[in-house]
């Protein structure tokens, strides 16, 4: 079993729906990261979390330490969200597997 | 905002050359930086911590001898993939983070391909 498990594993939505994507943690960390792959490769960190909710834009991170599970949300999705999106949880840097979301016009 | 910068984006080489990757943090200083391996439709996969005037922390199963990193400035650290071979061929990235690593910024990644 993984140390980081993501779902769904692929997600495709209409444009302005809003999206959820899940990471469940089995180890103990000091921060979650989620981060945006795009087709090309560039990934940019989206947001660092060690307790709590954060929000940037259409975008919503938050985690429940004791449950050791985080979720992502994107509200009224666009065709340019769509990306990759991992989980990595810090302290040695692990990575789910990855959430490729398409968000079709 | 930081950028970390990455070169080259992708390079092609013969089986049994060494190929060098640059990672540069272009604004801040960088004590620690890391190095990823990422193959086609799979996630990243953690290969090594780089500490700035350290030895690098690899990680279990990656050779340290074959994938020689240096972090000899705060602001730059790099990748040396020695004698490659063509299952080396991958995309490789970095990331540096700034103070508590609130914010990781990803180099733009390197695609080698080993012939």
């Known amino acids: 079993k993984n140390e980081v498990e993501q779902s769904p594993q692929n997600l495709t939505a209409q444009e302005g729906e809003f999206i959820t994507i899940n990471c469940s943690y089995s180890?103990?960390?000091?921060?979650l990261h989620w981060l945006q792959q795009h087709p090309g490769g560039g990934i940019v960190s989206l947001f660092m979390?060690?307790?709590g909710k954060k929000k940037h834009g259409r975008l919503i991170a938050t985690i429940n330490i004791q449950e050791k599970h985080s979720s992502l949300h994107i509200t009224a999705s666009h065709p340019r969200d769509s990306a990759v999106y991992i989980c990595?949880?810090?302290?040695?840097?692990?990575f789910g597997a990855g959430t490729r979301l398409t968000v079709k016009p | 905002g930081a950028v970390v910068s990455q070169h080259p984006s992708r390079v092609i080489c013969k089986s049994g050359t060494s190929v060098k990757i640059e990672c540069r943090s272009l604004?801040?200083?960088?004590?620690?930086m890391f190095w990823y391996r990422q193959f086609p439709k799979q996630s990243l996969m953690l290969m090594a911590t780089?500490?700035?005037?350290?030895?690098?922390?690899?990680e279990q199963g990656v050779e340290k001898d074959k994938f020689l990193i240096n972090h000899a400035s705060l602001t730059l650290s790099t990748l040396t993939v020695t004698s490659a071979h063509p299952e080396d061929s991958s995309f490789y990235i970095c990331?540096?983070?700034?103070?508590?690593?609130?914010?990781?910024?990803f180099g733009s990644g390197t695609q080698l391909s080993v012939l």
């Open positions: 780089s500490n700035e005037g350290s030895k690098a922390t690899y």
């Open positions: 979390l060690s307790s």
């Open positions: 990331s540096a983070g700034q103070g508590s690593y609130e914010k990781l910024f």
């Open positions: 180890v103990g960390i000091s921060a």
């Open positions: 604004d801040f200083q960088a004590t620690t």
């Open positions: 990595a949880v810090h302290n040695d840097m692990r």
